[in-house]
C-alpha cells in the first residue's frame, strides 16, 4: 500500500496548526478574559451585567494609582537613562577591547540575565542594609539599573556584531580622536540598537514587581505593587482595566523596540 507524500505533509501541517492554535489559546486566552471583565458593570468579575467605560473612567481620578504610575515613570525613565550610557560603554568595551579578565567580566555582566529575580531582590536589600542606606525610590533605581544595564548591554553587543569595524579605523586614520570616532561614527550606527535596548528595558522596569518591592521606600509604592495591595480583597473590574492598560503599552513598546533592532541591522548589513 502506497502512501501519498503530499497527503502525509498535509497531515503533518495540519498537525502542526493544530498545536500551535493550542499554545497560542493557551497563553492568550486569559488576557482575552481579562480584556472581557475590564468592561464588566458590575463590581465583582463573578458576575457579568453588561458593557461599560466606567473603569477605565474612574483610573484617570485615582489619586493612588496616578501617584504609583508617577513612581514607575521616574524609577522606568532615571534606570534606562543611567543604564544606556553605561550599557553602551560596556558592549563597546567588551567588543572593541582586549583586557585582563575580559572573559570573567563578560559572564559576570550577564549574570543578571539569569539570576532570579528574587535573589537579585534579596542581595540588593542586604547591600543597603549593610551600609545603612535608606529606602526610598532611588533605591529602586539602584536596583533597576543593575537588570536594566544588562539587558542594554546585550542588545547593543547584538547590534555591534553587523558593525564594520573598518569605518572607525579610517576615521582614526584620517586624524579623528578616540572619542571623535565614537561619537561620529560608532555611535549613530549603535543608535538602533541603543534605542531597543532602552525601550525593552523601560517595559522591565515599569513591569518589576519582585526587585522594587524589596526596595522600595515608605510611599514609593510602584504601579505593580499598587496592583498587587488591591488585589489581597479580590480583583475588581478596575485593577482589570489597569492590566489591560498595561499589557497594550508593554505589548506596544517590545514591538516597537524589536522594530527599530530589526531595521538597524538591515541598515548595517547593507
Known amino acids: 500500500m502506497k502512501i501519498n507524500p503530499s497527503g502525509n505533509k498535509l ?16 497563553m492568550y486566552l486569559p488576557i482575552l478574559v481579562l480584556t ?15 458593557l461599560t467605560l466606567e473603569w477605565y473612567g474612574k483610573l484617570f481620578s485615582d489619586e493612588r494609582i496616578l501617584s504609583a504610575l508617577q513612581n514607575s515613570l521616574i524609577v522606568a525613565f532615571c534606570s534606562v537613562g543611567i543604564s544606556a550610557i553605561l550599557g553602551t560603554l560596556m558592549a563597546v568595551g567588551l567588543a572593541r577591547y582586549q ?80 572619542v571623535q570616532a565614537f561619537l561620529k561614527v560608532l555611535l549613530p550606527q549603535l543608535m538602533p540598537g541603543i534605542v531597543a535596548g532602552c525601550l525593552l528595558a523601560f517595559v522591565l522596569s515599569l513591569d518589576d514587581f519582585l526587585i522594587a518591592s524589596f526596595t522600595a521606600g515608605s510611599g514609593s509604592n510602584t504601579l505593580p505593587m499598587e496592583i498587587f495591595s488591591r488585589i489581597r480583597t479580590g480583583v475588581k473590574p478596575d485593577i482589570n482595566a489597569l492590566s489591560v492598560i498595561l499589557i497594550l503599552v508593554s505589548a506596544i513598546v517590545a514591538f516597537i523596540a524589536e522594530l527599530i533592532r530589526a531595521s538597524g541591522q538591515r541598515t548595517n548589513s547593507h
Open 11 to 26: 497531515r503533518v501541517l495540519t498537525w502542526q496548526a493544530v498545536f500551535s492554535m493550542l499554545m497560542f489559546v493557551f
Open 36 to 50: 472581557l471583565y475590564s468592561f464588566n458593570q458590575s463590581s465583582y468579575s463573578a458576575g457579568w451585567q453588561g
Open 99 to 178: 583586557f585582563l579578565g575580559k572573559t570573567l567580566y563578560r559572564g559576570i555582566s550577564y549574570l543578571p540575565l539569569i539570576i532570579p529575580d528574587i535573589a537579585i531582590a534579596v542581595a540588593t536589600l542586604v547591600f543597603l542594609a549593610a551600609f545603612a542606606i535608606p529606602l526610598s525610590i532611588w533605591t529602586i533605581v539602584a536596583a533597576h539599573v543593575v537588570f536594566c544595564l544588562a539587558y542594554i548591554c546585550l542588545v547593543v553587543s547584538s547590534q555591534l556584531t553587523s558593525l564594520d569595524s573598518h569605518l572607525e579605523e579610517a576615521a582614526l586614520d584620517l586624524g579623528a580622536t578616540p
